[in-house]
């Protein structure tokens, strides 16, 4: 079983997105990753924010769960074998490790999530 680590809303301006999870919702910024990603203090779950880049995916304003792996190639096959669409044929680097995003049989959009080793 792959455990939910993050949870990522794609926005198109982050920096609109930051002020209403901060004044509407009452969450402060725990982290900035670049210009394009803001982490959110939170329970749990980690929250994450993330600026909707040209050409990338999700291309519109999105929730995406993300799901973290120990072996994200390993991971991409099972999916792909399982009747998942992989959205990207090779993990990309993201600031903390490597994603590679996929749909379920309906179509639904996901992540996965492996860590650099620390």
Same mark, same amino acid.
Request: proline share 6%; charged share 20%; glycine share 8%.
């Given at each position: 079983?792959? %455990?939910?680590? #993050?949870?990522?809303?794609?926005?198109? &301006?982050?920096?609109?997105?930051? =002020?209403?999870?901060? $004044?509407?919702? /009452?969450?402060?910024?725990?982290?900035?990753?670049?210009?394009?990603?803001?982490?959110?203090?939170?329970?749990?779950?980690?929250?994450?924010?993330?600026?909707?880049?040209?050409?990338?995916?999700?291309?519109? %304003?999105?929730? #995406?769960?993300?799901?973290?792996?120990? &072996?994200?190639?390993?991971?991409? =096959?099972?999916?792909? $074998?399982?009747? /998942?669409?992989?959205?990207?044929?090779?993990?990309?680097?993201?600031?903390?490790?490597?994603?590679?995003?996929?749909?379920?049989?309906?179509?639904?959009?996901?992540?996965?999530?492996?860590?650099?080793?620390?």
């Amino acid at each position: 079983m792959l %455990p939910v680590c #993050v949870q990522t809303v794609f926005v198109p &301006d982050l920096e609109e997105a930051v =002020r209403f999870y901060s $004044e509407g919702l /009452g969450y402060e910024v725990k982290a900035t990753y670049g210009p394009c990603i803001v982490q959110l203090k939170t329970g749990a779950t980690t929250l994450i924010l993330e600026k909707i880049e040209a050409g990338a995916q999700p291309a519109s %304003p999105a929730t #995406v769960l993300c799901f973290q792996t120990e &072996d994200i190639r390993a991971s991409m =096959r099972t999916i792909a $074998e399982a009747g /998942g669409e992989l959205m990207d044929a090779e993990p990309q680097r993201c600031p903390v490790g490597v994603v590679a995003m996929f749909k379920d049989k309906a179509g639904v959009m996901y992540q996965l999530l492996q860590f650099d080793a620390a």
